[in-house]
């Protein structure tokens, strides 16, 4: 049974950075499928990210292109969320969430797709 955890949440100012960290245990990404999820309150979840881990493809929300980068570090089994020129807009909950499965590109953006989930971190963007 794998369990994410993750980490690096916290509030940042307009234009700031912040990296998430996602760390798998009780398994590993191997063959999975990563992704970041946001949710805010009255908002249905969102991918922000994902990456399929065999070949390491990479996949964005429009809104986060060129701000958000996802990457993975095998050797710890983690995956992480650089996120750049943050915007109040991004603030958040953030849920990292993992498939047993490769999923295919049209499937990435839908969140029943996933098995196990993190327990979430906020992400607060203010001045």
């Known amino acids: 049974q794998v369990q994410l955890e993750e980490s690096g949440g916290g509030w940042v100012q307009p234009r700031g950075s912040l990296r998430l960290s996602c760390a798998a245990s009780?398994?590993?990404?191997?063959?999975?499928?990563a992704a970041w999820f946001r949710q805010t309150t009255g908002k249905e979840r969102e991918v922000v990210a994902a990456l399929r881990w065999g070949e390491g493809s990479t996949h964005y929300l429009d809104s986060v292109k060129g701000r958000f980068t996802i990457s993975r570090d095998r050797s710890k089994n983690t995956v992480y969320l650089q996120m750049n020129s943050l915007k109040p807009e991004d603030t958040a909950v953030y849920y990292c969430a993992a498939s047993n499965s490769r999923l295919i590109v049209s499937s990435l953006w839908d969140g029943e797709n996933y098995d196990y989930w993190g327990q979430g971190t906020q992400v607060t963007v203010s001045s």
């Open positions: 009780g398994g590993t990404f191997n063959r999975h499928t």
